[in-house]
């Protein structure tokens, strides 16, 4: 029997001179002088199958570590293209035994290598085991009864995360094969573009735009309002620390015909693209400006310096000497206050004889 999908490749135990012979898990296997295997590499006693999948002492009964009189055999067999999902989807590792055989009773280990402990999923004499389990996956991972009568032993993975990306490990020690998925989780999310500023330089118009939460890194695109590539700046990547990237980019776009921008932001390898649109009014492009306005600003300005300049002077030489005319401004001064004085007497004068006049007044 063995695994669906890929190529598989056998190691064996032959006779003279062949290699020591190895567990179903790979392991080699120590042997006694009459050639029989004494012991397969156990860490414990709970049924928690080791770094190379061979299981406890309670299950050397079933045949998992073999003799040497019989041919060892490990199938390893790899899928070619990775398994694309996006955070948030539900997702199936494949791993299929053939011919289909009903594998409810039999031992399956569902692991990720890069994880410490690694045992994502765990099932043994019809029960799962939760004692090694990652607890990332707790409540995350399930096998379908019903499949496994056929033989499917393929992995149901709820609500993927980004952390999920990884290399899988489908092992099924009765039969002695190996079956490696590879994941790849991916995250998009909406663009925004905006107005940066102008830059006179070009009379051109800068724009951003910047998007959060993508994986892989990917990569932003301009174009006009015809689907034409616009020249842009280099892109800037941050990384956060949920393994997330963060990307921006600005260009400077020039008065045209049509003025609609697209920023585009995708990735390729998870198939993700995401973009926003921007119009910018005509009014926000800066005319080319003309050397002749500042030339005569210049010049006007050259003029009215040299003006002051010489009303300046001619104001020194017209000068009256000092001491005159402090004296003839306090002459005028106190004339001005007794004229002030004389008028405001004349006005009470009147108001007096008036009131007198309308008292007496028969």
């Not at 029997?1 to 190895?22: H, N, R, Y």
């Not at 406890?56 to 199938?75: F, I, P, V, Y």
């Not at 998870?270 to 009014?281: A, G, L």
């Not at 002030?340 to 007496?360: G, P, S, T």
């Given at each position: 029997?063995?695994?669906?999908?890929?190529?598989?490749?056998?190691?064996?135990?032959?006779?003279?001179?062949?290699?020591?012979?190895?567990s179903p898990a790979g392991n080699a296997v120590e042997a006694s002088p009459r050639?029989?295997?004494?012991?397969?590499?156990?860490?414990?006693?709970?049924?928690?199958?080791?770094?190379?999948g061979c299981l406890?002492?309670?299950?050397?009964?079933?045949?998992?570590?073999?003799?040497?009189?019989?041919?060892?055999?490990?199938?390893q067999i790899s899928p070619s293209q990775p398994l694309i999902a996006v955070?948030?989807?539900?997702?199936?590792?494949?791993?299929?035994?053939?011919?289909?055989?009903?594998?409810?009773?039999?031992?399956?280990?569902?692991?990720?290598?890069?994880?410490?402990?690694?045992?994502?999923?765990?099932?043994?004499?019809?029960?799962?085991?939760?004692?090694?389990?990652n607890t990332a996956y707790k409540g995350r991972v399930t096998l379908s009864i019903d499949k496994l009568k056929h033989g499917d032993v393929s992995l149901n993975l709820s609500k993927v995360k980004v952390s999920d990306s990884g290399r899988y490990r489908c092992y099924i020690p009765q039969q002695s094969k190996e079956y490696f998925v590879e994941l790849l989780v991916g995250a998009s999310s909406q663009p925004d573009a905006k107005l940066a500023g102008l830059d006179k330089a070009s009379?051109?118009?800068?724009?951003?735009?910047?998007?959060?939460?993508?994986?892989?890194?990917?990569?932003?695109?301009?174009?006009?309002?015809?689907?034409n590539l616009l020249s842009a700046g280099h892109t800037e990547a941050l990384r956060g620390p949920d393994d997330l990237y963060t990307v921006s980019s600005r260009v400077t776009v020039e008065k045209r015909q049509n003025n609609n921008i697209t920023c585009r932001v995708q990735q390729?390898?998870?198939?993700?693209?995401?973009?926003?649109?921007?119009?910018?009014?005509?009014?926000?492009?800066?005319?080319?400006?003309?050397?002749?306005?500042?030339?005569?600003?210049?010049?006007?300005?050259?003029?009215?310096?040299?003006?002051?300049?010489?009303?300046?002077?001619?104001?020194?030489?017209?000068k009256v000497p000092t001491t005159e005319c402090q004296t003839f401004l306090e002459d005028l001064g106190n004339k001005n206050g007794k004229?002030?004085?004389?008028?405001?007497?004349?006005?009470?004068?009147?108001?007096?004889?008036?009131?007198?006049?309308?008292?007496?007044?028969?």
């Open positions: 029997m063995f695994l669906s999908a890929g190529v598989e490749k056998q190691s064996g135990f032959g006779d003279k001179g062949g290699s020591p012979p190895l050639g029989e295997p004494l012991k397969c590499g156990v860490k414990n006693v709970r049924g928690v199958i080791d770094d190379f406890s002492k309670d299950l050397l009964a079933e045949n998992m570590c073999q003799s040497s009189d019989r041919q060892a055999r490990h199938s955070a948030g989807d539900d997702v199936v590792l494949p791993c299929q035994l053939e011919p289909p055989v009903d594998a409810v009773q039999m031992t399956i280990e569902w692991g990720k290598p890069a994880l410490n402990p690694r045992f994502v999923f765990v099932r043994h004499n019809g029960q799962e085991l939760q004692t090694d389990q009379s051109g118009v800068m724009l951003d735009c910047k998007s959060a939460g993508w994986y892989p890194e990917p990569e932003v695109i301009w174009m006009d309002g015809d689907g390729k390898n998870i198939n993700q693209s995401r973009e926003t649109h921007i119009h910018v009014p005509d009014d926000f492009f800066v005319a080319p400006a003309s050397c002749v306005v500042p030339v005569t600003f210049n010049v006007i300005f050259c003029f009215i310096f040299v003006l002051a300049v010489a009303i300046f002077m001619w104001k020194n030489k017209m004229l002030d004085e004389e008028l405001k007497a004349w006005e009470r004068n009147d108001v007096d004889d008036c009131v007198h006049m309308c008292l007496h007044f028969p």
